[in-house]
C-alpha cells in the first residue's frame, strides 16, 4: 500500500502554520532514574526467602515491628567476586555494623544458594547481616533497581545498591552508576 502525502492547501479559513515547539530531551544515563525515592516506604511484599523457600519474609512487616532502622544492600549475584570478596565483607567487618540496625542483603537468587553464601561468608552470624533471596527478581522489580545481565548471570538481576531505612522508609538511596561497580554503595560510603 502506498501512502499519500497530505498537502495542505491555503484556504480563507486556514490558520498560518506555526512549528511545535521542540521538546528538551533527558541527557543520557546509563542507569535510568531507580523508581525508589526518598522518603517511601518498603514495598510490603513477602516475596523474599531466608534460608528456605519455606520461610518468607517481607522486608515492610521486618521494619514495622521492633527495630524500624537498618539497610537493605542490593547485589547482583551471591558468589560473584565482587560481591564476596570486596562489597558485603566491607558490611561484615565495618566497626559500625552494630548501629546500622537490621541489615538485610538481597539477590536475585534462590534462598539455598543465599544461605550457603551467607554460611560462607559469615558463618557465627556475628554480623547480625541476614541474607534474603529474591528468586523471581519481584523485590527488585518492585524497587525498579534490576537491569537485564543474561550474557552474564542468564537472567535479570539487581543492581548494586544500598538503602538506608530509617522509620521503615528510605532514608538515602546509593546505587553504582553502572549498575556492578563497588563504590558507592561501599559500607564505608553509606555508614559514613
Not at 539497610?71 to 564476596?84: D, M, N, T
Not at 565483607?89 to 548501629?99: E, L, T
Request: charged fraction near 20%; hydrophobic fraction near 45%; include cysteine.
Amino acid at each position: 500500500m502506498a501512502f499519500r502525502a497530505l498537502r495542505c492547501v491555503p484556504t480563507s479559513l486556514s490558520r498560518p502554520m506555526v512549528a511545535a515547539p521542540l521538546r528538551a530531551s533527558r541527557p543520557f544515563h546509563s542507569t535510568p532514574r531507580a523508581f525508589v525515592q526518598v522518603g517511601d516506604a518498603v514495598p510490603d511484599m513477602d516475596v523474599l526467602h531466608e534460608d528456605s523457600p519455606a520461610n518468607k519474609v517481607s522486608l515492610a512487616h521486618e521494619f514495622g515491628t521492633g527495630i524500624a532502622n537498618g539497610l537493605i544492600i542490593g547485589v547482583p549475584a551471591a558468589f560473584s567476586g565482587a560481591c564476596s570478596q570486596k562489597h558485603i565483607p566491607s558490611y561484615i567487618n565495618h566497626p559500625n555494623i552494630a548501629d546500622a540496625g537490621q541489615v538485610f542483603v538481597v539477590s536475585v537468587n534462590d534462598a539455598f544458594v543465599m544461605k550457603a553464601w551467607a554460611d560462607q561468608l559469615d558463618p557465627t552470624k556475628e554480623s547480625g547481616i541476614r541474607f534474603l533471596a529474591d528468586p523471581a527478581g519481584e523485590f527488585t522489580k518492585a524497587l525498579e533497581l534490576g537491569f537485564e545481565a543474561i550474557p552474564v548471570f542468564g537472567n535479570m538481576r539487581a543492581k548494586r545498591y544500598a538503602l538506608v531505612i530509617e522509620d521503615g522508609k528510605v532514608k538515602s538511596i546509593h546505587v553504582e552508576p553502572d549498575n556492578t561497580g563497588t563504590d558507592a554503595t561501599m559500607a564505608d560510603k553509606v555508614l559514613a
